[in-house]
């Protein structure tokens, strides 16, 4: 043991050398400003986007699912099926190796599986549908399911959540519920931990080692060559200061700009503004459904008739033609699971009803702990349109400031309000992770297995394990309303409107593309 951790000191040593190599003057610099620093390095204990993006950048993924949303293979050479879809077997693409010189294993696959089976929302039900998961050998694994699962490329594909990325097997042993304290990963760029300040910076190195897929880039699947030697993620709390900075060339890639300061990018002749996601986001309010008042459905119920989604849009700063003024659809609008099956509410405010809903529930005026993210833009803005829109039925609204690191520690806690807990958070979510009934994580209602939130009804637990067993397309569909219609009665959380957002990048920065999540492989600075 004594001998292996010795070779993996020296081999993390000899890629972060090489990766180096290039004199600091000779060397392409890429500075970027996403919507919010990474707070953790761990990607199966958080589902923040944040750490997402961060995962991306290290680790690899054994599929990824390409423009269309099809799972490609990215990890894998080759893989089967029997003919009952029982049985899968996977081989590793050669010569893949981690940042510290080891190489990609089937063992390092299977206990990177395993560990975010137990905490992400599709890797539970894989591995409930699932009765063995076994090394073949160097390359090779086998999952064997104990009962049908339409969804195992997908799966094995999955970006957000907690998104499957493949970590070294020693790494991946650490449970599930302890942070790992290493990111290592066998991606196409290598993290520079030394220079990492949380909340503030990550460095990151064109992995030299990286072997990429010889297809072309597609969504994020195909290849992923680096063209840049050094990618600097920069924190920018201040939006104007962002917004100048890339005005002035300090600065390359802006994932998100405020929408009132577009136009002034917009003006820049030096400054492209496009989008990178084609679908969009949405404001998600979730709700905690352990603690009064919405513990009650029909307390969670009164918001439906509170919210106008174009009002939160709107005082977001979203321009009319980035907004969809209405949108029910869990699944979001425009994609192909679009529904407003069993919706209510979210256009027309109903004061009144709001009111009498929360008699029913026995609203007793107590404090509502509105957890606000004031380092966001969109979240602060949808947070406050909202809190004033619940004050008109009667809620007495306690909207508390602070950063999104400290709400997404913050929304774990179960304990009631008086005791540092809470009761409502806007989130901002994208097309990944609102895809459908099993991987919109969300929506899971799984009580204590649940995110935060912890939502808890069976029914809603049947119908999204139903429809992602089933393979005849009609009966799918009508699995898809009934979830959809249930999950309007259950409100594992609430839409509050669907936008679509612009990044801005210099127009020396080439290969920028509408992946949804930000990537930056195949971006070239001339």
Excluded at 233 to 248: E, I, Y
Excluded at 509 to 521: A, D, E, K, L, S
Aim: overall charge neutral; aromatic content about 8%; proline content about 7%.
């Amino acid at each position: 043991m004594a001998l292996r951790r010795l070779s993996l000191t020296l081999g993390a040593v000899a890629a972060l050398a090489a990766a180096a190599a290039t004199p600091a003057l000779a060397q392409t610099t890429l500075r970027i400003a996403l919507t919010l620093p990474a707070a953790s390095l761990d990607p199966v204990q958080s589902t923040a986007a944040t750490v997402r993006n961060h995962g991306f950048f290290i680790y690899d993924q054994l599929f990824g699912l390409d423009s269309k949303g099809v799972p490609r293979p990215q990890m894998v050479q080759s893989w089967t099926a029997s003919e009952d879809k029982l049985t899968w077997r996977f081989t590793l693409r050669e010569g893949l190796a981690f940042h510290d010189g080891q190489p990609v294993r089937a063992a390092d696959a299977v206990a990177s599986i395993r560990r975010w089976a137990q905490r992400d929302v599709v890797g539970r039900a894989l591995a409930a549908a699932t009765g063995a998961m076994e090394v073949v050998d160097d390359r090779t694994f086998e999952i064997r399911l104990s009962q049908p699962f339409g969804l195992v490329l997908e799966a094995l594909a999955r970006p957000t959540g907690s998104a499957l990325f493949i970590m070294p097997e020693r790494i991946a042993q650490t449970p599930p519920n302890v942070a790992i304290t290493e990111a290592i990963g066998s991606g196409p760029f290598i993290f520079q931990a030394s220079e990492w300040r949380a909340g503030d910076r990550a460095v990151y190195l064109r992995n030299p080692n990286y072997r990429p897929r010889e297809e072309a880039p597609d969504g994020l699947a195909g290849s992923k060559a680096v063209y840049v030697d050094r990618v600097e993620w920069l924190t920018m709390p201040d939006a104007t200061v962002g917004v100048n900075a890339l005005g002035n060339g300090e600065l390359d890639f802006l994932e998100q700009p405020p929408p009132d300061l577009i136009p002034t990018l917009e003006r820049n002749r030096r400054v492209r503004v496009a989008p990178v996601n084609p679908v969009g986001n949405m404001a998600w309010l979730r709700l905690n459904h352990t603690q009064p008042p919405f513990n009650d459905p029909r307390a969670r119920q009164a918001l439906l008739y509170l919210i106008n989604q174009k009002d939160v849009l709107e005082g977001m700063g979203i321009r009319p033609e980035e907004q969809v003024p209405y949108c029910p659809a869990y699944f979001m609008c425009g994609t192909p699971l679009e529904t407003a099956a069993g919706a209510q509410g979210l256009r027309e405010p109903d004061v009144a009803r709001a009111r009498e809903l929360l008699r029913q529930a026995g609203y007793d005026g107590r404090p509502v702990v509105f957890m606000n993210a004031t380092d966001s833009g969109l979240n602060n803005a949808a947070t406050l349109v909202m809190a004033e829109s619940f004050k008109r039925a009667g809620l007495n609204m306690d909207v508390q400031a602070m950063d999104w690191g400290t709400l997404t520690a913050r929304r774990n806690r179960k304990e009631p309000q008086a005791q540092g807990g809470w009761n409502l958070f806007i989130t901002i979510a994208n097309a990944f992770d609102a895809e459908n009934p099993l991987s919109n994580l969300y929506l899971a209602s799984s009580c204590d297995a649940a995110p935060a939130g912890w939502p808890c009804d069976e029914e809603l637990e049947r119908l999204r394990k139903a429809w992602a067993g089933e393979s005849d397309p009609a009966r799918r569909r009508a699995l898809l309303d009934q979830v959809h219609a249930r999950a309007y009665e259950v409100l594992p959380y609430i839409n509050g409107g669907q936008f679509r957002t612009n990044a801005a990048w210099r127009t020396n920065i080439t290969g920028i593309r509408p992946t949804t999540v930000p990537v930056f492989w195949g971006v070239r600075k001339e």
